[in-house]
């Protein structure tokens, strides 16, 4: 594809290839990222769009962040998936 498709009201995928698919979830405290190729880097922006967590690796946790809204980006080198999640 090569618009973004808009899967939900909150998340936003880039980049899908017929035999890949990025996904991301949110649940409790941690973001998970699935399906990526080679090690995905994920980055959580707060709402004024500072950077208030990043990692390499497919978990992370979002335990030392405050209560809010953030967006969550995950991306591959490939493709890239984009949350706003409130926490």
Same mark, same amino acid.
């Given at each position: 594809l090569q618009s973004p498709v808009k899967?939900?009201?909150?998340?936003v995928v880039t980049g899908l290839t017929a035999d890949h698919v990025l996904s991301l979830? *949110? #649940?409790s405290n941690v973001v998970m *990222? #699935?399906?990526a190729v080679g090690v995905p880097e994920i980055?959580?922006?707060d709402m004024s769009g500072?950077?208030?967590a990043?990692?390499?690796g497919s978990v992370l946790s979002l335990s030392q962040l405050p209560?809010?809204?953030y967006i969550v980006r995950a991306a591959d080198g490939v493709?890239?998936?984009t949350k706003k999640i409130k926490k």
């Open positions: 899967l939900h009201a909150d998340a979830s *949110v #649940s *990222v #699935s399906g980055t959580v922006t500072r950077q208030v990043r990692c390499e209560a809010g809204v493709n890239q998936i």
